[in-house]
Structures are given as C-alpha cells and as structure tokens.
C-alpha cells in the first residue's frame, strides 16, 4: 500500500500535466466549437446505404477488440488474465483519446506535403442539420472525395476502429510481462504518432509511398498488421522472455540456456477459440468495409472467407505432413488467423483461387515464424504469437498484391508489370517496418526510462550489472520478478 | 424430491391458470386475426434501409442479453454462475411474453390520455401483402407517423429489445440470493406493467411527463436504465445482503457489524470482460437506433463511443490519483457501463465533447456509487453495480440534457433555456424513479407474500422473529441459507 | 511420437493425393478463369439494400460458428473441451472447400434435371468490373432470378455460410469418441455431395420434391436441420455410447446393463449459454436472410423470436409441471433452440401466434426426445442433444407447415388444402431424412473401415470378436479406450 502512495506521488505530476491538458483543450474546443458559422455551407449528397454499411464493417472491427481480448487471455497463463484482459478492455479507451486529440488529423488531413498530414488537435464534429446532412469539418477534401457520400462522423469511426486494432495487436506480444503503465503510454504514442504518420505516407492525402511508389494496401496489411507486428516485435524483444520460456534469468545477466522446463500452456481454448472467431467475424468487416464500391463488398468478403480457410486446411494438412506434429488447436487458430492477415492487403484486387494461395501460404509462414522467433539465434517470447501473425503474415500479403493483383480491379489501378509491382510492393512495406520499428524503439526506451527513474523500487532487478540504456528501459518496463511469478494480476496499476 | 412435488402442487393452480388463459387468448386471437378485413386498405410507404437499419440495431440490443449473462455470471461466485446464467436466458423469454400480452399496447397504443395507452391483450401482427409493404393495425397511428416508413413488426422487435433491456438490469442487483421464480413473477409485471406505464409517460402518444414538462430522453436514460436500477435498487434493499457481504445473520434478527471475512470475488474476470465488451457493441445499437434520422447514426455512434472511452479513462486516471487504490479490472468495467449509461439519454443532442465530459463524469459516478451502497447507513448488497451503473448513471444523464443539449440538433426541439431545461429534466427522472420505486416495492412485496405462504418451508429462516410485511416477503423471496451457501445452481426452480 | 509417425506413414498417399487434386485443378481453374471473355456481356441490376442485407444475414450465420462452438464445447466433459473446438473451427474450412469444389454446383447449377444439379467441379466468380455490376458465372439462370439483384459472391456466401451450419451440427452427436479425421472426412463428405442432393430436390432449380410435392421449407427446417440431425444420428447410433454413458463396454462385446454411476456434467455452463445466445442472435440472419422480401424481413424476425421464445417457456412450465423435475439450464437453452429449429422451415409462412404454438411445442418435444434416445431400446448418446434438438424439430416444423402457413404470405403459393399439404409436407421430409440416413451409414461406414483398415493399432478395440462390417466401422472410426478416458485433447489428429 505504501509503495502504491509513493508511486502515485511520482506519477502526480504527469496525472495532472495530462489531466490539465486535456481538459483545458477540451473546453477551448467545447467552446469554439459551436459558433454556427464553422458549418460548411454547401449540401452534401449523403448515402444512406453506404455510411449503414460502413458503420456495421466499423461495429464489426470494434467488436475485434473482444477478439484480442479473448484470444490474448486464453493463450497466457490462468494468472495473468485479468491483466491482459484489463489492457485488452483500456486500450480502445486510450486509442480513442489519441487518434481524437493527435492521429486523425496526422493521417488524414490535407496537407499537400509527402511526409505528414495536418498539424493540429482534435477533430471538429459538427451534428448534421437539415440545411447539411453530412457535415465535414474544413481540411479533409481528400477524405470527402475518396469516401463521397459516407457520413464524416462514421468515416471516423470506421478509421478509429482500425486505429484500435493496430495498438491491440502488441498487447499479445508483450503479455504476461510488461508493466500496465507502459503499455498504456506506448499505446497512447503508437496511435497518437507512429501509425498516423506511416499510415499517411500510404493512405493520407499525398504521401509518398502512395504516390511516388504506386504502392497498395488495400485494407491494412501493411499500414495495420505489420505496423502492430512490428511494434510488437521491438517490445517483445526488449523485453526478454518471460522467465522460463527459454530458460531463467542468472545472476550472470542473461537468461541460462537450458531448455524450458516449465510449460506455458493456454489457460483456456474456449477463450482462444472464441476469440479466433470472433475475429474471423470482425475481419469480414475489416476487410469488406475497406472499398467505396458496394458491389465491391461480396467479392471482399469472399476473397477473405477463402483465404482464411485456406490458412486453416493447409495448417491441418501441413503440421502432420512436413512437420510430423499433430494438429494443434493453437496452430489451426494461427493459420486461420494468419490467412486473414495475408488477404488484408490485397482482398479487392485478386480473385477467389489466388486467395486460396495466399491465405495458404500465410498459414503455414505463421507456422515457420513461430519456430523462427523460438530458434537460439532470437529467442523472442511472444506468448499469442502476435509477430508471426501480424508482422510476417502482413508483410506476406502485401508482397502477394504485386503478384496476385488484377488489373481489371476496379480497386486496383496499376499500369505496372507484375515485377515491377513487386519490387514496389517491397520497397514500401520496408519503408514502413523500418521507421516503424525505430520509432517504435525509440518510444519503448523512453518511456522505461522514464518508468525506470520515476520508481526504481518497483523496477525489474535482472540484469544486475548493465547500465546500458536498453538494460534500464527493460527494467522499467518490466514488471519484477515477484510480481511475474505470482502473476500481474496483482500488479494492474504497477 | 418430495419436497419439490409438494411445492410444484402448490404451483399448480398458478401454472394452470396462466397456460390456460394464454392458450385460450391466444386460441381466440388466432381466430380473429384471420379475417382480410382487419388488414388497412392503405399502402404504406416501406423504407427498406430504414427498416434495415432498425434490424441490426435491434439484433445488437438483443445481444445485450448476452452480455449482461457473460458480465453478471462472471462478476457472481462459481456456485450460482448456473442460476444467473439460466435467470438471464430465460428473462428474455419472460418479457416477449409480457410485452406481446400486455405491455406494447399499454407503451405505444393510441389512448390520448395522459396517465396511459391503449387497454388491451395483444397485438396484431398483420403478414405483409402485395397490396401492402407495411401493414400497421389499428390504434398506432402516433407511432407510424413517429417512426414513418419502418416496418410495425421492425418496431416492436426493436422496442421489445428494449423492454428486455429493463428486465435485465435487475438480475445482477438481486443475484445470489433470489428464488428463481421470484425474479421471474417480477420479471413478467415489470415488462407488462410497470416499465409500460413510466415509458408511455415519455415515449408514448400522449404522455404527461414529455408533454407537460418538454422533457427529454433519446434512447432511454431514464426509461430503461433509471427504471431497471430503480427496480434492482428495491430489489436489493428488500432481499439484504448476502450473507457474509456485510458480516452474517446472527440470531437477532439483524446483520452483524462486523467486518466482511469472506471475499466475494468474482468466478471469471473473462467473462466479465467480454459481457462488458458485447455490452458495449449493442449500446452503439441501443442508441444508434434510437435516430429517426439516418443521417444522426453516424454522430449519434460516435458520442457515444467517446462517452464510454471517457468512462474508462476516467476511472483509469481517477483510481490511482483520488482513491489511492489500484485500478482494477472491475472499476474499468464498470466506468465504461456508466460512460454508455450516462450518454442514453443525450447521445442525439450533445456534441463530442460534451459527449466526454457527461461519460468521465458517469464513469467516476459509478466508483462513487458503490463506495455509497456499501457505507453503513446504506449496506445494500449489488454483487454487479446495477444499481451505481444504471440508476445513478441515469439520472445523471438524464439531468445532463438539460446542460450540454444543443438546439441544433434536429432530435432536440427544446424551446427552453439551460436552467428551465435542468429542472424538467429532474422533475421528470424523479417522477418516473419515485413512481418505478413504489411500484417496484408493491410488486416484489406481493411476489414475496405469494412466495412465502404458497411454502414456507422453504423459505428463508432469518429473521427468525419479525413478521412485518417486508420481512415476510424478504423471507419468501429469498432462497434457504443452505441453499445460499451451497449455491443457487442445485436449486433452479425454487 | 513413433506411432505418430507410423500413422502419418499410412496417410501419406491420402495426403499427397488430396493435396495434389486440390492445386492441380486450382491452377488449372486459376488459368481458365481470367480471359475476359467469360464474363457475361449484360449488366445486372445490382441492389445494394437487398445484398446489404444478405451479407449481414450471412455473417450472423457465420457467426453461429462460434455458437456451436461454444455450446458444445460447454457441454463436453473439460478433458474434450480442446478437441470439440477444434472440429467446430476447422469444420467451417472443410465445409468452405467441400462447398466450392463439389457442393454448389451440384446443389444450386442449372441441370433441368429433378435429381441432381451441374456436374462439375469449382464456381467460377468473377470481379465486378464497370460494366458488369453484379456478374454471375454461366449455368445459375435459376438461383439469378431467384434472388434477383443480388450479387452472386453474396449468394454464394450466404449458402455457404447454410452448408457449414449442417456440418457442425453433426459435431456435437459425435463428440469425445470421434476420431479428428474420420469427423473431417465425413464433413466433406457430407457438404460436397449429401447435403447438396437432397438440398438440389427442394430448393433447386428443378428438384423433383419441390416441383412434384409442392413440398415448403422456408430456410431450411429439412433441408438444414433434418439433414444435419441425421447424419448426426447415424454417427451417434454408429459410434457407440461414450463409456460409462449407459453403462460400460465389457469383455462380452456389448455394453452392460448397469445405470450410469458416472456424472457426464457440462463442463462450462457459461460457455453453453453464451454458445445459445450467439445461436439465437445467428438464428435471426438464418431465417431474416432467406426471404427474398425485404419487407418480409421482419415478420420473419417476430415469428422467430416469439417460437424460440415459447421454446423456452414451454420448458420452464413443461419441466415441473408435466416431469416433476426441476428446471435444468441446459433445457432451458435445448427449449430456445428447439423453438427456433422448428420455426426455421416456417418462419414466412404462418403468423406470429402460430409461431407461439410451432416452437412451444418444438420445445417440449426435445425433452421428450431426449429422453426417447436415452430409453434402453435405443441407448443413443448425444451429448449435446443434436438429434432431438435439429432432427426431431426439423421435423416437425416441415409438417408445421402443413398446419399452419397461411396462403396470403407472398413467400407461400401453395394452392393445397391443409390436409393434402401436410401430406406433401411429410412425404418430402421423409425422402429427405430417409436418403440422408442411407447415405450418411454408407460415408461413415466407409470412413470407419478406411480407417480401421489404415492404422489398426490406433482403433477401438471393442468389442473384442465382432467383425461385422458396422462393427469394423466402429472400430476405426472411434478413439482408443485410453484416449477416450484420458480425453481427446491429446489425441486431435488420431
């Protein structure tokens, strides 16, 4: 209890910088708000069917949030899922505050230049009057001409819920381990900075990987998945494994190289189980609501059905055949996942059988990414296998459109050659992964210095001798030893 | 076994009484609805978008009952999880019964006067023709012209969602404790009677409160969530505590004062946290559905959203920083519920950041809520926060109309000033929550008499000497102490 | 490990030879598809409200997936919890692959023939392009003018999404004996060759039951769940109760006649409620989707809702009063779900007080049945009460029909009188359930002899002397004595 106090006292001044901060820009924007004349004067037209389509592919990808959720809490370890749980629940909370206060403006308004959309907080929603049936606040011509007749406020929710996804999927990577505050902030920082900006470069109005590489990512393999596989990588790499994964922190600094001992067994399939589903429920929305064109939205939700399935059947034919395994639950789960991470980027612009390919192929690429992050060489402990989903799938997928794409997509308007398009494809998503990860690098460092020096009581203890700066970022963002052997549920705030 | 014969003989004259009616009634009305004649021989105008939309809002409220089971068998102890989960499956059956026999017609039926609708058993459903799309029976025309171009049958599908909405909410309060067919019986007036008469003062034709006082409630506020925590509240109150929550019966009468040794922990924080999360889905159709106007979804979604996210972080900011407490899982829960509870009533008429400020303020209303349910005077016993959620939470939104409502919005057609408004919107939650409490306290005390003399041995033991009427009623309706302690699920029907 | 290997050893030309099918033919298709001149030169009236809807229908079908999963999964003992995931999330990929490769085109392909649809293999689907909103494959003139303007993907998916739900219904009959791969097989089976011929005879384009009986099932009372129990039943009668069910296998090759001293106690109550409120909510996309009326929409939605209603009314009064049994929660669910089974093949053709009495009576009639499986003439095991649930109210909602549809319903062109109708009613169902049997005992039981005869060192050992071609059956298709008393959840791929 009296650390708790001490804590908290360190914290004060950060609770009351960003307290004050937002309550005050709030009422400013509260208040200049609603002067009338901010209205647009001109009518838009507004389509009822789109922007009601676009809201249930929106509440679907919401609903992804109890997917993660579930999948996240049944793979870790009985005493760890509330703490997951809790991260799963605040996370939508916290990336709803930054991509309001920071992101949606970083990434989807008009700012002519390559590199960044608008600078500016919060976004204006004006309430539909008789005169304006679908208000747009000024500085989003780009997003009004792409989406036409859909209704601002649903376009924004449609982009928040996306938004979301991206942080949720590094909460997975970094379980059973890493301090609930240092999850909260990164999170705040990924959606607020991280995916707007690269999210721009490939989505926004003019960036430069859009328009100078005539790259394409249809619904977010690269801009979604890979951006949250990547971060999620850096942070369960910095992290180090939890301690009997791959043997147990030493008094020599490192973790012994025996072999694991202990097993880590999902706490409960039902969960993970549901959890797949209700994410293969809500990619129908991800993916299907990601085209303007309504008769675009059953070919979507086709190429995705057959690509997920496809990742489902080559797991079962694959783990006994080439591996010599019996069919894992967690493996069926991972290859359906997987085949959906793959179609992401490419679901409008291929056809069914080139899905079967792809989302096959993103099956068994989690398959091999999972013993990939498990060989002596990385020994990167990711307990829901976040990475291999999300980062390697994604980039997969985004590679797929170069080779897969049709041109006669209405989706897709490329006049390149299929190599060409390739090495597009290629070069783009490295972009992303690369600035991602360092950005992301940089984040998970400073904020576990920060958490570092503002409370070294509650630090991890292990590596007792580096002093290198990643050593004490790992420790401040590591919860201690104690508190990971009797589980975080104990250590929320912590 | 014995013991369950002689109390179902007891049930017997109630079982047959009810079945008979039902299938007599139900025998004429088939007869009756046959004839062509009653089929208006005007064409409606059928909007199928409308009428869509209303489905699939209807279809998310309906899935609140999955919610509310996943939220409150996980926040009860393992024991009673069955008996709550049976309670939240059955109740919905419950109030398709009561609505369709009694309560729409009382709600919504034409009547003119202002105290309640239409005196009548039943409501036609007419099968749509050729010559008519959407066929209205008679004695509706106020919600016709309300809800224009939508289909009857869509109408009162998306209010019986609602109607159980109410009966639901009172499950959790009453958890632990209540004889199964207590919270039936109770479950079937409130839904037929009392949530009819309130709701038709607001939302009926010709109800005093809208009428006389302006006042407003979008979705239900006030009509649904003050109305079911007002029935929980009572509900609650009469039953006392579990025992062991606020020390344990003693000999005399009364709960001791010590302190509570026995925790009462919630079985699956899993559970908890997807109800919360399927809750949270079906708000967006609870008040996104609750719009005339399709172009008001979209905005009417998205201050609910930032209502609930506020919620969460609120609770996340205010544990640490007032409380000094950890945030728990449960707090995070419970201040997303309340941000969704307070934004009910005004999710059409505020802007944004109105929409954060009346969400923040109901999530740390909850917190205070429960701290005041469990203060000596109060010691009321709500093993899920129905009570500081729904009731507090709803009054506070109700009042917050009159405070952040903007006379743009086309929902709101308010002529008065802010402080006018204020007060309407008190004076009309305090008449619906006065007049739901005295109803509510009737109903259960009846209930709990039948339940008592229809087999009192069964019955509840303590307090072994008083014989009030509440005492008796508490005793009728509240299962034995071996039953309590051994769990409610080896005791379904009692 | 090393009879691992020995099994994969005997599966190794199934494997190679499957597989090699599967990519030959698909880049052989993948080749043939993309000139452009299969492409239809007509354009098609595309309308997005009616395909709209039909996707949303379809994904809560989808998402009954997760119901059924959830609900068997709750229902098995914990030790076969892992493997029953398993079949329900890797059926929905077999299904997918079995529909698309044989199924669709035997079910739904014009042929002009009353027995079975196109012969052929794939569906060829074919991006919209500007000039062809909603293109459709040659060879589907009658499911074209059936659905009218709705895109063909939509189509597809929405039949896919019925095919998947008749495979898992099986799942749950068959659950803790099963081998992993003989469930598999036999769900390809079933969903590219049974369920599409029977299915072709009532809803195909020119299916002799339709055309010859005047036979109804609105969406799929049959064709659906009759289908589905069957198979179900064939495979429970096949595969023997589980041990200690009725009793225990003893040296003398049958099962002895002592009671069950054993508890097969449902595992997870919470998961089998959440799994029939996810059914519920999937129920209405099942019925709501199969109308081709928008207007119809909600009146199917009413019907049912007020017959799953009833379903579980009738049980709570049926249970005490008729049994003298307590009222148990995995009734209450059987009720709702028998009411909706029983509805399904009338939803759009009777008014809702008829709705009250088909799925009042469907409820009460899986009590009866269950307890009919358990009489000791027949001694069937269904853990999870798929055949009284699906096979007996399939049943009796076909010949519901017969009693109740009104002729005024656009959906309904019946000119029969009651009397002839229900005869037509019967005698389709009974070709139906009578083919389906026959069929079914022929795929198992090859199934079970392939795999006896394929590893015999992996198969049940009793009875010990029989060797009856059934007996044979048994043995290969069922897991070892050990496997079936340590769990299957070691044992997913045997």
């Given at each position: 209890?009296?650390?708790?106090?001490?804590?908290?006292?360190?914290?004060?001044?950060?609770?009351?910088?960003?307290?004050?901060?937002?309550?005050?820009?709030?009422?400013?924007?509260?208040?200049?708000?609603?002067?009338?004349?901010?209205?647009?004067?001109?009518?838009?037209?507004?389509?009822?069917?789109?922007?009601?389509?676009?809201?249930?592919?929106?509440?679907?990808?919401?609903?992804?949030?109890?997917?993660?959720?579930?999948?996240?809490?049944g793979a870790c370890r009985t005493e760890n899922?509330?703490?997951?749980?809790?991260?799963?629940?605040?996370?939508?909370?916290?990336?709803?505050?930054?991509?309001?206060?920071?992101?949606?403006?970083?990434?989807?308004g008009d700012s002519g230049n390559p590199v960044?959309?608008?600078?500016?907080?919060?976004?204006?929603?004006?309430?539909?009057?008789?005169?304006?049936?679908?208000?747009?606040?000024?500085?989003?011509?780009?997003?009004?001409?792409?989406?036409?007749?859909?209704?601002?406020?649903?376009?924004?929710?449609?982009?928040?819920?996306?938004?979301?996804?991206?942080?949720?999927?590094?909460?997975?990577?970094?379980?059973?381990?890493?301090?609930?505050?240092?999850?909260?902030?990164?999170?705040?920082?990924?959606?607020?900075?991280?995916?707007?900006?690269?999210?721009?470069?490939?989505?926004?109005?003019?960036?430069?990987?859009?328009?100078?590489?005539?790259?394409?990512?249809?619904?977010?393999?690269?801009?979604?998945?890979?951006?949250?596989?990547?971060?999620?990588?850096?942070?369960?790499?910095?992290?180090?494994?939890?301690?009997g994964r791959f043997g147990y922190e030493s008094?020599?600094?490192?973790?012994?190289?025996?072999?694991?001992?202990?097993?880590?067994?999902?706490?409960?399939?039902?969960?993970?189980?549901?959890?797949?589903?209700?994410?293969?429920?809500?990619?129908?929305?991800?993916?299907?609501?990601?085209?303007?064109?309504?008769?675009?939205?059953?070919?979507?939700?086709?190429?995705?059905?057959?690509?997920?399935?496809?990742?489902?059947?080559?797991?079962?034919?694959?783990?006994?055949?080439?591996?010599?395994?019996?069919?894992?639950?967690?493996?069926?789960?991972?290859?359906?996942?997987?085949?959906?991470?793959?179609?992401?980027?490419?679901?409008?612009?291929?056809?069914?059988?080139?899905?079967?390919?792809?989302?096959?192929?993103?099956?068994?690429?989690?398959?091999?990414?999972?013993?990939?992050?498990?060989?002596?060489?990385?020994?990167?402990?990711?307990?829901?296998?976040?990475?291999?989903?999300?980062?390697?799938?994604?980039?997969?997928?985004?590679?797929?459109?170069?080779?897969?794409?049709?041109?006669?997509?209405?989706?897709?308007?490329?006049?390149?050659?299929?190599?060409?398009?390739?090495?597009?494809?290629?070069?783009?998503?490295?972009?992303?992964?690369?600035?991602?990860?360092?950005?992301?690098?940089?984040?998970?460092?400073?904020?576990?210095?920060?958490?570092?020096?503002?409370?070294?009581?509650?630090?991890?203890?292990?590596?007792?001798?580096?002093?290198?700066?990643?050593?004490?970022?790992?420790?401040?963002?590591?919860?201690?030893?104690?508190?990971?052997?009797?589980?975080?549920?104990?250590?929320?705030?912590?």
């Amino acid at each position: 209890m009296s650390i708790l106090f001490t804590q908290l006292s360190k914290y004060w001044s950060f609770i009351i910088l960003f307290t004050t901060t937002f309550w005050v820009v709030t009422s400013y924007q509260a208040t200049a708000q609603i002067p009338a004349s901010q209205v647009p004067a001109y009518t838009e037209v507004f389509s009822a069917i789109n922007t009601v389509w676009m809201l249930v592919a929106a509440l679907l990808v919401f609903f992804m949030n109890a997917g993660f959720a579930m999948l996240e809490a049944g793979a870790c370890r009985t005493e760890n899922a509330t703490n997951i749980l809790a991260k799963n629940l605040i996370v939508f909370c916290v990336s709803a505050a930054a991509f309001f206060i920071f992101g949606f403006r970083y990434m989807f308004g008009d700012s002519g230049n390559p590199v960044f959309g608008q600078i500016g907080i919060f976004v204006d929603f004006i309430l539909p009057s008789a005169a304006n049936l679908n208000p747009f606040p000024e500085g989003f011509e780009y997003l009004r001409n792409f989406w036409q007749d859909r209704s601002f406020a649903a376009i924004f929710f449609f982009q928040l819920s996306f938004a979301g996804t991206t942080a949720t999927i590094v909460s997975g990577a970094v379980a059973e381990r890493i301090k609930f505050w240092g999850f909260i902030l990164f999170s705040f920082v990924l959606v607020g900075f991280i995916y707007p900006l690269v999210g721009y470069w490939v989505w926004g109005e003019s960036g430069w990987i859009a328009s100078t590489l005539n790259f394409h990512d249809f619904a977010g393999g690269t801009v979604i998945h890979a951006v949250g596989g990547t971060a999620a990588l850096v942070g369960a790499w910095l992290l180090n494994p939890r301690n009997g994964r791959f043997g147990y922190e030493s008094e020599t600094e490192s973790f012994a190289n025996e072999e694991d001992p202990e097993k880590f067994v999902p706490c409960n399939t039902g969960f993970t189980t549901l959890g797949c589903l209700i994410l293969w429920l809500g990619w129908f929305g991800f993916n299907g609501g990601s085209t303007r064109f309504l008769d675009y939205v059953p070919h979507v939700i086709l190429t995705t059905m057959f690509a997920s399935t496809s990742g489902g059947l080559a797991i079962l034919l694959y783990s006994p055949l080439v591996t010599g395994y019996k069919v894992k639950l967690s493996s069926i789960i991972n290859g359906v996942l997987g085949g959906l991470v793959s179609i992401t980027a490419s679901s409008a612009y291929v056809d069914v059988l080139s899905a079967c390919i792809i989302g096959a192929v993103g099956g068994v690429l989690v398959l091999i990414g999972e013993s990939m992050l498990e060989t002596k060489l990385l020994r990167i402990d990711d307990p829901v296998s976040a990475v291999p989903v999300h980062l390697f799938c994604g980039v997969w997928g985004t590679v797929a459109v170069g080779i897969f794409a049709q041109n006669f997509s209405r989706e897709f308007s490329s006049v390149n050659n299929i190599s060409q398009q390739i090495i597009y494809q290629i070069l783009g998503c490295s972009c992303v992964v690369v600035v991602t990860f360092l950005l992301s690098l940089l984040t998970w460092t400073v904020i576990g210095l920060f958490l570092y020096y503002a409370n070294q009581d509650i630090s991890y203890q292990y590596p007792t001798k580096g002093a290198g700066i990643l050593t004490l970022a790992r420790r401040g963002l590591r919860v201690t030893l104690e508190d990971e052997r009797a589980g975080n549920d104990s250590t929320i705030i912590t």
